[in-house]
């Protein structure tokens, strides 16, 4: 028998979040195929990563004994939240459009080319496309597409015998995935923090959309849940997925339901010491020259707190910040806030048009250090972070650092994620609204308040108490369970 394994996963496509999160797994199950001597083709199915999902995926498989795959394949997973672009709230009305005139008609057709590429196959700008499973058309007319890059995966490949190589299908807000992994006979677990039959329906319901209209939306979301209950387990992540809500949704259903013990690291070990972690406190220091050299300070140096933004794939987030990088400093003890793009390794100083950390850049991309990695090293050397999601929050936690959460109104997901952080004490919350109004300000006065034995200080105290490394358990199970 072959050592060689086919494992797919479908990170959804609302933001990039999931798309990392199934990273840091997968690269826990290539640390165990390595030991037990398997080869994996991995496949990523996913539309919101676009062109640098490939680029993350060839880190993942490198510094690795075997021979691994691991393809981004272009793919509409159809699911997303509308959001208002000036402030960042998610509008519920919207739902009810885009689950019928998008999700329901191309349901059945998943795995679907994304509306951004023009492949091989007969879609072309001015006709229509005709579901193959489904009576219903698709106007396709007003669609911009453009070729697909060299070096991705291409959906005409995942034919029929293709489907029946897969040994584990891995869907985090993906429920077509398990229709699939069902209807050809190959095992599928979810992971992560969405159900979406749950949230569309939670996210309607906190932006007051009328019940009447909730109720027509009723037929769809069973669609989506009917697609859910085909999975054999479900795994969530911790005080990231809505426990209580998810596990009356699952009490019903065939699915076996599970919640992570720890919190997620990169799927390699975590350091012994956070503390001591070389490559953190190395970043650090090439910050501290960088802004040292921007600001012109002395020798000796001026006390000062860096910040780091977690912004995501959202454009309110980008605006955010462009307003930051308006910002002028007029003492040098101000709070540094700094951006991280994982693309291209490159640290920015977001104040006075914004600048380039080029020792620090530098440093990131001489070593070659893979995103997740990446992430958390920056984590680790700034001093808090300021993010908008509870995986935002959990990456401060998981290198015990503090962090404020900036709270999105109308996200039924976002506001128990909320809940459960900071009931956890793992972060504190800024309203979006105060953000908004001036985002530097609000980030001055939370600098202001480390090493005062503020609730900001006490994020820190609680998030010692957590284990790190969950996905490495998680890898261990499904390698043994599904895979060998």
């Known amino acids: 028998m072959t050592n060689r394994r086919t494992l797919v996963f479908a990170p959804h496509d609302d933001g990039s979040g999931a798309f990392y999160v199934l990273c840091r797994l997968a690269r826990a199950l290539i640390r165990v195929a390595d030991k037990k001597g398997y080869r ?75 509306n951004w590429i023009r492949s091989d196959l007969s879609i072309m700008k001015g006709e229509d496309w005709t579901c193959p499973d489904r009576a219903d058309r698709i106007d396709l007319s007003e669609k911009k597409w453009s070729k697909v890059s060299t ?9 029929p015998q293709w489907w029946q190589s897969v040994a584990l299908g891995i869907s985090m807000g993906v429920p077509q995935l398990h229709r699939v992994a069902r209807r050809e006979g190959f095992p599928s677990v979810e992971v992560g923090d969405w159900f979406f039959s749950v949230g569309l329906r939670g996210c309607m319901k906190e932006s007051f959309v009328s019940p009447e209209i909730i109720a027509t939306t009723e037929p769809i979301l069973r669609m989506i849940e009917e697609a859910e209950f085909k999975a054999r387990e479900v795994w969530l992540t911790l005080h990231q997925a809505p426990h209580q809500a998810y596990k009356a949704h699952v009490a019903n259903s065939p699915v076996r339901f599970r919640e992570m013990t720890g919190l997620l690291w990169t799927g390699d070990p975590p350091p012994p010491d956070i503390t001591n972690w070389s490559l953190a406190n190395k970043l650090r220091e090439e910050i501290d020259k960088d802004i040292s050299r921007i600001r012109k300070l002395p020798a000796k140096g001026i006390q000062y707190r860096v910040g780091y933004i977690v912004t995501g794939t959202t454009g309110v987030w980008k605006g955010i910040v462009d307003t930051l990088k308006t910002r002028r400093v007029k003492d040098s003890s101000e709070v540094a806030t700094i951006d991280l793009d994982r693309d291209k390794s490159l640290v920015t100083l977001l104040e006075d048009g914004g600048k380039i950390l080029k020792n620090a850049s530098l440093f990131l991309q001489k070593r070659k250090v893979p995103s997740e990695e990446m992430h958390l090293a920056t984590c680790r050397a700034c001093d808090f972070g300021i ?38 004490g793992l972060c504190v919350v800024v309203p979006i609204g105060e953000f908004l109004s001036n985002p530097a300000d609000t980030i001055q006065k939370q600098a202001d308040r480390i090493d005062t034995n503020s609730d900001l200080d006490q994020t820190v105290e609680a998030a010692k108490k957590l284990k790190v490394g969950a996905e490495r358990d998680l890898a261990k199970y499904l390698f043994t369970t599904y895979i060998e």
């Open 151 to 159: 070096g991705w995966g291409k959906l005409q490949d995942l034919t």
């Open 387 to 424: 993010t908008r999601t509870a995986g935002g929050v959990l990456g401060f936690t998981e290198t015990q650092r503090p962090s404020v959460l900036v709270d999105e109104p109308g996200h039924w997901l976002g506001r128990i994620q909320r809940d459960q952080c900071r009931e956890a």
């Open 40 to 114: 994996l083709h991995l496949f990523f199915l996913n539309s919101s990563m676009a062109k640098n999902g490939q680029v993350h995926l060839k880190a993942l498989v490198r510094k690795t004994n075997t021979k691994h795959k691991a393809v981004l394949v272009p793919t509409d997973n159809l699911i997303w939240l509308p959001k208002d672009p000036k402030t960042a709230a998610v509008i519920g009305a919207q739902i009810p459009d885009l689950l019928r005139k998008w999700i329901r008609p191309l349901w059945y057709c998943w795995p679907c080319e994304p």
